[in-house]
């Protein structure tokens, strides 16, 4: 069965067909903080702050949030380097919108701020926390990139950098400076490239997404042992690095070469925590609970899963870690990367 793919790179959401499944939720009462979501209206789709807050409001005990940059509600009337303040201005209202409710949506704002600048990025970075009123935690450029056309998930396809570029290294190390994270999308192919920005900025938080996103499509398809053998590699370098941290999540994205969105039923939450789990696990024992968050990567892998499943099988996941281990891995490692309080 083949799907139309978004203009993103990622599958179409279809409401009913997750409506198929419906399942209790486990553990309700643990506080959750999601650290990896969008808000977006951008050609002909939106997840707006209704939207996200539908989801989070499946049972789940979803206390805040952290946005992720996603190339909506630029400012287009500004040069380039500072039409991205658009979004963080946008995001920063819905922030405020969402701060009486149950769940404080967007109370972390990572951002686009263009690192190659070196240097001459910190004003820029401080501005955009000056309008986000401090909710402005770090930065997240575009970084994920593969020769392969098959393998796309932005908007635009860039070229190879920036990661290995040293005027991108430099960025990163300003970041620190400010107190600031990086946020890395990466296919497993680029994180040696990353392993390289890690070292050349130590003072700097970086945040690993989607667990180092292993490929399953194009020139990766069938070749599951192989790229998880070059993955684990990869990652136990990066976990050599005390200022790396591992979000656990995004692994119901169509590059990852799933297809659960062409059943006829979604995949329950035991089938996903089963699908998952080599990855989890392995994340979890070379970076530790204290250095890896879990993470729903919403609207994206909602194409293929629902909100309340995908936390039910991280819990699964985690049935036997010990209380301080889950309350790491579902907020304190969220709250100590993003500067939130639960």
């Keep these: 069965m083949s799907v139309h793919l978004t203009a993103g790179g990622h599958v179409p959401i279809d409401e009913a067909w997750l409506a198929k499944n419906r399942e209790p939720i486990l553990e309700p009462g643990l506080p959750i903080i999601d650290p990896h979501h969008h808000i977006w209206d951008r050609h002909g789709e939106t997840y707006l702050l209704p939207d996200l807050l539908r989801d989070t409001a499946t ?106 570029d040293p005027a991108f290294q430099e960025g ?94 979604p995949p329950t939450s035991e089938e996903l925590a089963e699908d998952w789990r080599p990855q989890i696990e392995t994340c979890i024992e070379l970076f530790g609970t204290g250095r890896c968050m879990y993470e729903s990567n919403f609207p994206v892998d909602k194409g293929m899963c629902g909100y309340a499943a995908l936390w039910n099988a991280f819990k699964r996941l985690s049935a036997g870690a010990s209380a301080d281990e889950k309350t790491a891995l579902f907020s304190g490692t969220a709250a100590r990367a993003y500067r939130l309080s639960v």
């Excluded at 955009?128 to 635009?156: C, I, M, Q, Y």
């Excluded at 296919?187 to 180092?212: E, F, N, S």
Aim: with cysteine; hydrophobic share 40%; glycine share 10%.
């Design 59 to 164: 049972g789940h005990d979803i206390r805040a949030t952290v946005f992720i940059q996603c190339a909506s509600m630029y400012d287009e009337t500004a040069e380039p380097a500072r039409q991205p303040l658009g979004e963080t201005r946008f995001m920063t209202e819905v922030a405020k919108a969402a701060e009486a409710g149950r769940t404080r949506a967007c109370a972390g704002i990572v951002g686009l701020v263009d690192l190659t600048l070196g240097e001459r990025v910190t004003p820029l970075l401080e501005e955009h926390v000056a309008v986000s009123g401090g909710r402005f935690k770090g930065v997240r450029n575009r970084t994920a990139w593969d020769p392969s056309p098959r393998v796309r998930t932005n908007l635009e396809v860039p070229p190879p950098g920036p990661l290995n």
């Design 172 to 265: 990163a190390r300003r970041l620190g400076e400010l107190g600031l994270t990086l946020d890395v999308w990466a296919y497993h192919a680029q994180l040696p490239l990353v392993l390289d920005v890690a070292r050349a900025a130590p003072g700097t938080t970086v945040v690993i997404d989607h667990c180092g996103g292993q490929l399953g499509v194009g020139p990766y398809e069938g070749k599951a042992a192989e790229v998880f053998a070059d993955w684990r590699r990869s990652m136990a370098a990066l976990a050599a690095l005390p200022n790396v941290l591992v979000k656990l999540g995004g692994l119901a994205m169509e590059v990852s070469g799933k297809q659960w969105h062409t059943r006829p039923t």
